[in-house]
């Protein structure tokens, strides 16, 4: 393994947690709940019934303020609380609508907007991992997997990499996807850091 080796986020813009009524559609069914993380590509969304992934949807997103937005979407995965949603945003018009939303989140929370900043897009395989204290958020079942394999002085992304085997290919967002929802870091947490 060359030293200059790094895991890439592939998504070009991270998550953002947010909370609007969203409305899905598919052949049969309507689903109805609320968006809980948003990116241009997609979202994760939570209600009382849930698509199975592969579904193709119809979704009416209606952020509060804002006027409603109609997209195309598949569901991508489940976890059993919630299910991601990649939009279908192969028409400019619709990346641009989706876009348009997600800035516009992001430009009405100026601490937002500084964290996406300082989020990384690439990760040296002999970065150290480290945990940051519990947060009440509901992990997915690979997040939580990651997770429980950092060690509180800090875990090598080279060595969750040969823990999951070959399997690292669809599980390497997971680093990425910790440190944007505020699980893990980069940095070691210092005791005066640590949440009493």
């Given amino acids: 393994m060359a030293l200059e080796e790094k895991i890439r986020d592939r998504r070009a813009n991270a998550r953002i947690p ?35 992934a592969g579904t193709d949807l119809d979704l009416l997103l209606r952020p509060e303020g804002g006027a409603p937005l109609k997209l195309k979407g598949r569901v991508v995965h489940e976890d059993g609380v919630s299910v991601g949603i990649a939009f279908n945003v192969g028409k400019p018009e619709a990346f641009e609508a989706a876009l348009n939303l997600y800035e516009t989140f992001v430009i009405s929370n100026p601490a937002l907007a500084i964290r996406l900043k300082q989020h990384p897009t690439a990760i040296a395989y002999t970065a150290r991992l480290y945990p940051l204290p519990p947060k009440d958020i509901v992990l997915s079942g690979p997040e939580h997997w990651v997770l429980s394999q950092i060690k509180a002085q800090g875990t090598l992304v080279w060595d969750l990499r040969r823990a999951l085997g070959p399997e690292w290919s669809r599980f390497a967002h997971v680093p990425f996807s910790l440190i944007e929802r505020g699980v893990a870091s980069l940095q070691p947490v210092r005791g005066d850091e640590l949440d009493v």
């Fill in 18 to 52: 947010v909370r609007f009524a969203v409305e899905l559609e598919d052949l049969s069914y309507s689903y109805v709940g609320h968006a809980v993380d948003l990116s241009p590509g997609g979202m994760r969304f939570e209600g009382a019934s849930l698509p199975e």
